[in-house]
């Protein structure tokens, strides 16, 4: 039923179905790494489309690249600056979106605590 919604785009590319071993992950990370999943997994994330939604930000650009709007899926799957470090942790140099919901949230995690994008000042 939740597949058929119109809306959680980006959450639907991460999550199939219900994952006890995924949810038991998440429960035992901490607060900071826990944000920065879930912001991923939903969208909801300190990247400037969001951003632009909550009308802290003007622009929805990615700042690394310059190239396009800045979302989860762009930073994980597409943003040329992240490149080599996505081949070095994620496998290949681009992912595509049906291929995300085969990264472990482990893997996920230590790529985007690796890119150092979520630093907090």
Known sequence: MWQALPKCRQAKLFLNTPDKGLARFALSL???D??????????HVYL??????????NEV?????????????H?????STT????????GDYTLSPDTLNGIHWTVLLRFAKA???????
């Open 83 to 90: 490149m080599l470090l996505r081949r070095s942790i994620l």
């Open 34 to 43: 826990l944000r920065i999943l879930v912001g991923l997994l939903t969208g």
């Open 115 to 121: 890119s150092r994008r979520f630093l907090r000042p």
């Open 48 to 57: 400037n489309r969001h951003l632009k939604i909550m009308s802290i930000r």
């Open 61 to 73: 650009v990615c700042p690394l690249c310059q190239d396009e709007e800045e979302t989860s899926i």
């Open 75 to 79: 930073f994980i799957a597409q943003c």
């Open 30 to 32: 901490e607060k900071k």
